[in-house]
């Protein structure tokens, strides 16, 4: 089955594109959430009108994440957190704690942005990647410190 991307699918294809698909992945998920519509020989037509559309939401989202990014390189949040010796934490700070800790400072990211490759488990200064958009990574400081 053919089908017309109206946004993009993570590992299948962007917005615009004309992909093949198994039948039931197109007729049970892309289409009746709208990611993507049947390709008839009437929506092949529409799909020039659709990139051009695809591509300024595209630039929208790209200058808003650069914005962002900008925000966040400026930012560097601080967590307390337990330790004992050779400062190692009881515990860990995963990227749920810093995205709470980036809330705090009043920049709302998702948790699942925040490429920590492994939970930190040391007291230290850290850099963590922020990924906001495909080209947009953003480089956050995040200090552990030892609560006292």
Known sequence: MQVILKQDVP???NAGDIVKVAPGYGR???IPRGLAAPATAGSVTQVEHQKRIAQSIRRKQLSGAEA???QI?????????????DDKLFGSVTNR???????A???EVDRRIIQLE???KAIGLFTV??????DVIAKLRVYVIRAS
């Open 73 to 85: 390189e400026g930012t560097a949040v601080s967590i307390r957190r337990e330790a004992g010796e």
């Open 11 to 13: 590992k299948l294809g």
């Open 105 to 107: 400072e009043g920049v």
């Open 28 to 30: 049970n998920y892309l």
């Open 129 to 134: 990647p922020v990924r906001l958009h495909r």
């Open 97 to 103: 704690d810093i995205a709470e800790a980036l809330a």
């Open 68 to 70: 962002i990014a900008e």
């Open 118 to 120: 492994e939970p930190i």
